[in-house]
Every structure is written in structure tokens, then in C-alpha cells.
């Protein structure tokens, strides 16, 4: 666009263009306030949470990580960068996903105006501004709103190319292209389609070679940004992953013979699943250690199996799953959509949605049919992208990156609709309104009984978010509400039963867990806190019999090995406690909290060379981050003295004693030093690094050691009584004194601290 042309440009839609984006932020920014109260919004769940956690551990230096990417990683890392400029401020974030949502209504205006006109491109922003649908995701800590974003600039690029043939542009294509595939995967899928319509598009005035030479731009502006994530993913772990390796698995959710076509839920695990669940069941399948992709493809086949091997069923499958990506209902992912409507009065105004949207839409499509490559390239974009949600499974979010472009179409349909009228086109305006009845009729039907659902899960999250704040009271009653709504909600018993638990009911904390067994027998973790509760209360062979359910049942389930052989040790049947904790780390090896355990035992047996080697495993074995968040781990009673941190510490430190006892002073120090380097105000550490020095003869680091542990535990006696010990053998006789008499002040009955004071005295 030159200089005039500029110029034209903003004296006929600048002002337009100002307004729409002013007018969209101040909803936004309405809406924002509206809500910045309610209790999700620094309390994250689920995704959100899963997205924060990993921005959080990037932000704070982890830029690499050590795993092939299981999600698409662009949307944390883009959070990350926020978190490193301004802090983990969750308003501010939000406010800034707003700005760019805005930015996306300004594209529908120029998108809408390059394809149809004027009169489109200002009811479809219009209507985009006010949807309140984008305003909803564009507040949460998801990925979606993104895409909104990157599909309007990647088809405005397009749009750019197709009008000025300029390889540049062809290449930026490819950029945004990237970066929506580096956000979600799926878009791939686009690639024939774009290249289809470049064909159809382009051949007219330019040869094969040319347009090849296009499409080849396109792809290499893609490669550029996709190809450093494939590169990392193997130099971390010699997978040569293309960008996350979770497609298998969501492959597998929705196509298999339980799959609603829009619930995320594994055959075997429910909803409460991660990815060291799916791992296990196909490793144990096909019986060897599996790289991602290799879990990915495994899960592929699963999918793919029950495509071919029940055609009729995978039909009627599919044919439910087009038929929610057309339907008015926003079908919930993380939270129930209609009960967030409760904290904003906006959006409660803003009535527009799908089910006025939808049937436009498709009416505009109907009228748009021969408008020329323009509206092809929509078209195919919108049907490439619909297959790509519908061959896995189908929620609200996962059809926003085609919205946009249905409202334009909803614009058009208007607009058209509106000249028809004014025209008296009667034949045309009696078919198009025929075909308008029979989609409005057809998106706002329900013939899966879809609807808003329950509330019981939102409850539930609510009960969850209050337990992890510790106000039972307000936990017990959202639980309630949501056992009213669901009698047999997942976990909701558990929660209950966990509540109980921390306040020392063990009565009602067990009937809790009885009721969760019953309403939900496949619940392994019920069996496990049952057994925990039993454990503690001394009744060992009701826990080891719940222990075994639940290994039963999970087969990978860590804690409960952790339970059954907790249970064998208050019998003192060490070698049943040592054989289950063993089979524990051949079954889920990456579990650092086992290897720990056990190496405690070995130890306690003083089988110094085996507890060796299992705290080397501890502190050889990397952390999962960023991606192994556990959804459910607020419905177990797992210990929070097993965190990853707290283990590879001891363990160190641990090291450090065994060495010491073997006599290897070096391996000890650095041990010790290690142990320090991931607890820096350890104490204890600080001593026994401190007599290391002191065996080696190195006073002065024993000395700056010694005063370290006093400094952070100035009550303990024994580190007052070792500082006066070095204090003396370097010649300090009154500090010696001091640290001595203290020693015996903080314990009167310390006869070491007592006996070397008597001889100072003595030679005084």
C-alpha cells in the first residue's frame, strides 16, 4: 500500500477502526473488573493452572527443559516472557490477552472489508466486538484466543499475497502459519487445502512453477519457526518429536468405542489422567520403554484400530461430533461456561452467540458460494479446520480459530438479506429464507441432550479451589452442592473424606471414602487414603489390603507402594515392605519419591552399597516439569514432605553420610556441598559439611560451615557445641568458651559441652 493510498485508508476507516478497538477494550476491560473477584481468578485449575505452572518454571531460567514437548509450547512461553517482564501478575496478563482480542476485531473489520465491503466489515466487527464468547476466553489462562488471532493474520497475509504475488508475503504467510502450529498443531492439516486453493486461485495467470515456488515459501517461513522446537525435542531426548507428542492421545480420546466425541476422557482412566498414566498402559502393552512419539503413534493405532474395525459406530461418532461443532451449545473443557455467566452482568447482556451466529453463518456460506477465490480460501479454512477438531473431539474452545470467520460470514448473510428486501427479490429471499429456518432449526436443535449440564462439576472445582485455601467450611458446602447436583460426582466424596482427615475426624473421614468406593468403585485413590487412614491407625492388614486395591486398579499408582510398604514396616515385615518397594521402582521408575524410600530402608538396614545406588537414582533421575501436573492430587493424601526438591536434598545429604562412613572425604564434601546448593539454610548440612572440613583439616571452611548451621538453628545445642570445638582448635579460646556455654545454656545436661568446659577451666 503506498503513501496515498495510506492516507485514503485512514480518512475513510481510521476513525472506524479507533472506535471498534476502543469500544471492544472497554467491554473487555468491563468484564475484566467484573470478574476479578471470583475465586478462579488467581486460584487456577486445570489448564490454566497446567499453563501457569509451566510459564512460571520457564520464567524462572528453565528455557530448555529436558522432555520432548507434550503440548505445543508457544502459549506458555508467551506467558513466561510476561511473567519475566512484569512478575507473575494475573490481571495484567489478562488484560494484555484483551488487547490482543481487540486487535482481532480490527482484523475482522479488514478481512471482512477486503472480501465482501464496507456495510459487512462493520457489522461483522460489530458483532465480534460484543460476542462474548471471545471476551469470555480471551480472560483465561488458554491458549484459544491466540489462535483467533493467529488464523485472522494468517488469512490476511494470504488474502495480501493472493492481491500483490510478492514471495515476502508469501513467506510471512508461512511465519504466522508457524506460529499457529507451534500454538496448535492441528493446523497442519490446512496445508493441502492452502495449497489446493493456490492451484485453483492462481493458475490462471501464473504457471505450476510459479505457484509451486510460492507454496514453497510459505513453507520454509513455516519451517523456520517450527524447526528450532523439532530440534530441541531431540537434543533433550533423541525424539525427533515435531512439536508436542499429545496428537496420539487426543487422537484416542475421540475415537474409541466410550468417546462421547466431546469429553477428554481416557477408556481406561476416566478424567483423572496424566501422561505417565497413558505411558504405562503402552509400555505395559507392548511390554519396552517408549520414546513420546512412539506413545503418541501407539495411541494413533488405537484410534485408528477401532476406526476400521467398527466403521458403523466410528460414523455415528463422527457424525455426533460434526453435529456439536454446529450446534449452539459451547460445550464446556475446563469450567462450565454458563455458571462463569454468574460473576459478570456483561455477560449476561452480551446475548449474542452460535445460535444466532451458526445459522447466518451457514446461510452466509450458502449465498457466498460463488464469490470468487477470496471467500474459497475461507471456506477452505473453515472446513480444513472443522476436520481437524472433529477427527479428534469437539469443545467451545476448539472451534474459536473459525469463528471470526463465521461472523463475517453472518455479516454478509445480513446484509445480503437486507438488499434482497429492499430489492423485492422475492424468489430469492423466500429460499434464503427457507434455507435460514432449516440451520436455525438444525444448530439450535438437541438431539444429544447437550445443554448447559450439570453445575455439579463447576461446584466441585469451587469445593477444590476453597480446600486448597484451607476454608473447609466453604469447601464442604460447594462439595454438597455438587453431591445435590451429581450424587455420584468423581471425587467429591474423596474431597470430603479429605477434609475430614485433616481435622482428625477419622470417622467421617472414612465413611467419606466408603461412600466414594461406593458411588464410584474404580476409584483408586478412595482406597488409597483409606488405606493411609487405617495405616495411622494402627489396623495395618485393613491397610495393606486397601494399598493392594488400589495398585490393583492403578497399577502405576507410586503412593500407594509408598502406603503398602508403610503398612509391612508397622508390621516389621521389612522384607515384604523392601520386595514391594523394589517391584515399585521396575513399575514406575522415574518415581524419585520410591527410589528415596527405599534407599531410607536400605539404610536403616545398613545396606550402605544399595541405598547408595537409589540415591544416585534419585538425584540422576530429572524432574517432570512443567508438564506433570497432577489434576488430582488434591484428592489424595500424599505426603508433602516427598516434594522433588525436598527428596533430591536428602538424598545428597544422605550420600554425604554414607561417604563420611566409608571414609571418602571428598565425596562426602561434595555430597554435602550439593545438598546445600538445592537447600542453602540447611543446618545439619551445614554441620556435617563442616566436620568434613574438619577431618581434612581445613579449619576455616570448617569454621564458616559450623557458624552457618548456628546462624540457621541458633536453639540447637549440638551445633554451639561443634563451633566451639573448631573455635578452639584454632586457637580462639574465648569464642571457644562462649559457643561451649551456650551449648550447655540451650542443654544443662550436655555432658560433652560440660566435660571440655571443665578442661578449660581446668588449664585456665
Known amino acids: 500500500m503506498n503513501l496515498s493510498a495510506l492516507k485514503q485508508f485512514f480518512q475513510k476507516d481510521g476513525n472506524f477502526l479507533i472506535f471498534i478497538f476502543v469500544f471492544s477494550f472497554i467491554l473487555r476491560l468491563i468484564y475484566l473488573l467484573e470478574i476479578k473477584d471470583n475465586p478462579h481468578f488467581y486460584n487456577l485449575t486445570l489448564d490454566p493452572l497446567y499453563h501457569d505452572s509451566w510459564a512460571k518454571q520457564v520464567a524462572g531460567g528453565d528455557w530448555i527443559g ?4 507434550f503440548r505445543a509450547p508457544f502459549y506458555p512461553y508467551f506467558l513466561a516472557v510476561l511473567y519475566k517482564i512484569f512478575g507473575h501478575h494475573l490481571f495484567l496478563v489478562r488484560l494484555i490477552q484483551h488487547l490482543i482480542g481487540s486487535l482481532s476485531v480490527v ?4 478481512i471482512a472489508k477486503k472480501i465482501f465491503d464496507r456495510k459487512v466489515a462493520i457489522l461483522a466487527s460489530t458483532i465480534a466486538a460484543t460476542y462474548w464468547i471471545f471476551i469470555y476466553y480471551e480472560a483465561e489462562l488458554l491458549l484459544d484466543f491466540l489462535l483467533v488471532f493467529w488464523s485472522l493474520l494468517l488469512i490476511w497475509f494470504l488474502l495480501k499475497a493472493y492481491e500483490n504475488l510478492k514471495s515476502s508475503t508469501w513467506f510471512f504467510s508461512g511465519v504466522i502459519l508457524g506460529l499457529f502450529a507451534i500454538t496448535r498443531p492441528n493446523i497442519l492439516i490446512f496445508l493441502p487445502f492452502l495449497l489446493l486453493w493456490m492451484i485453483l486461485a492462481l493458475r490462471k495467470q501464473n504457471p505450476v512453477l510459479k505457484i509451486s515456488l510460492f507454496y514453497g515459501w510459505i513453507l520454509i517461513g513455516m519451517i523456520l519457526i517450527i524447526f528450532p522446537i523439532t530440534l530441541r525435542n531431540f537434543l533433550v531426548e533423541k525424539d525427533p518429536v515435531l512439536i508436542a507428542s499429545q496428537g496420539g492421545i487426543n487422537f484416542f480420546i475421540g475415537n474409541n468405542s466410550k468417546s462421547d466425541g466431546m469429553s477428554a476422557i481416557m477408556p481406561e482412566l476416566g478424567d483423572d489422567w496424566e501422561y505417565s498414566d497413558c505411558q504405562f498402559i503402552a509400555e505395559k502393552t507392548l511390554d519396552r520403554k517408549l520414546k513420546p512419539s512412539e506413545v503418541s503413534d501407539f495411541y494413533y493405532k488405537r484410534g485408528w484400530d477401532f476406526i476400521f474395525q467398527h466403521p458403523a459406530q466410528s460414523l455415528i461418532l463422527l457424525i455426533k461430533k460434526l ?3 454446529w450446534n449452539k451449545f459451547e460445550i464446556s473443557n475446563n469450567q462450565n461456561i454458563y455458571f462463569f455467566k454468574q460473576y459478570s452482568v456483561l455477560s449476561k447482556i452480551l446475548f449474542l452467540g452460535f445460535w444466532v451466529t451458526g445459522p447466518l453463518a451457514l446461510l452466509g456460506i450458502f449465498l457466498a458460494l460463488k464469490k470468487g477465490p477470496q471467500i474459497t480460501l475461507i471456506l477452505l479454512f473453515i472446513f480444513s479446520y472443522m476436520l481437524s477438531v472433529i477427527m479428534f473431539f469437539v469443545n467451545s474452545r476448539f472451534r474459536l480459530p473459525v469463528l471470526p470467520f463465521l461472523i463475517i460470514l453472518a455479516g454478509f448473510a445480513l446484509i445480503e438479506l437486507y438488499r434482497m428486501i429492499s430489492i423485492k427479490e422475492v424468489k430469492r429471499i423466500l429460499l434464503s429464507g427457507a ?3 432449516m440451520f436455525i432449526i438444525l444448530v439450535n436443535s438437541n438431539f444429544y441432550d447437550l445443554g448447559k449440564g450439570s453445575f455439579a462439576q463447576s461446584y466441585f472445582g469451587l469445593g477444590n479451589i476453597y480446600l486448597n485455601e484451607w476454608d473447609f467450611e466453604k469447601a464442604l458446602i460447594h462439595y454438597e452442592l455438587a453431591l445435590e447436583k451429581n450424587p455420584t460426582l468423581p471425587r467429591a466424596h474423596l474431597n470430603r473424606g479429605v477434609i475430614f482427615f485433616k481435622l482428625g475426624n477419622y470417622t467421617e473421614a472414612e465413611k467419606e471414602f466408603l461412600e466414594e468406593i461406593k458411588a464410584n468403585p474404580g476409584d483408586e485413590k478412595a482406597y488409597n487414603n ?17 494399598a493392594q486395591k488400589a495398585i490393583q486398579l492403578r497399577p502405576n499408582y507410586g503412593f500407594a507402594y509408598y502406603n503398602l510398604s508403610s503398612a509391612y514396616q508397622s508390621l516389621n515385615q521389612h522384607s515384604k515392605a523392601e520386595s514391594v518397594l523394589v517391584e515399585a521402582t521396575l513399575i514406575v521408575p522415574q518415581a524419585t519419591q520410591i527410589h528415596y524410600i527405599l534407599a531410607i530402608l536400605y539404610l536403616k538396614k545398613n545396606q550402605l552399597e544399595k541405598a547408595q545406588k537409589q540415591f544416585n537414582l534419585v538425584i540422576s533421575t530429572p524432574q517432570v516439569k512443567g508438564e506433570d501436573y497432577d489434576l ?11 516434594e522433588y526438591i525436598e527428596v533430591k536434598a536428602n538424598s545428597f545429604y544422605n550420600l554425604g553420610l554414607i561417604y563420611g562412613l566409608k571414609g571418602e572425604l571428598d565425596s562426602a564434601e561434595e555430597s554435602f556441598k550439593n545438598a546445600l546448593q538445592v537447600k542453602p539454610n540447611w543446618s545439619e548440612a551445614h554441620s556435617n559439611l563442616g566436620k568434613v572440613y574438619e577431618l581434612k583439616n581445613d579449619f576455616t571452611q570448617a569454621l564458616h560451615h559450623f557458624e552457618a548451621a548456628v546462624r540457621n538453628s541458633p536453639q540447637k545445642a549440638i551445633y554451639h557445641y561443634n563451633l566451639g ?3 578452639l582448635k584454632s586457637g580462639d579460646k574465648e569464642m571457644a568458651l562462649r559457643s561451649l556455654q551456650m551449648a550447655t545454656t540451650l542443654e544443662p545436661n550436655f555432658k560433652p559441652a560440660k566435660e571440655v568446659l571443665r578442661q578449660l577451666k581446668r588449664k585456665n
Open 435 to 437: 434455507v435460514l429456518v
Open 323 to 325: 453435529y456439536i461443532f
Open 725 to 727: 570445638l573448631i573455635y
Open 107 to 110: 482484523l475482522i473489520f479488514l
Open 66 to 69: 529436558n522432555q520432548v514437548f
Open 530 to 546: 483409606l488405606s493411609v487412614l487405617y495405616r495411622l491407625q494402627g489396623k495395618h492388614s485393613q491397610a495393606i489390603q486397601f
Open 632 to 642: 488430582s492430587q488434591i484428592s489424595g493424601l500424599e505426603k508433602s514432605t516427598l
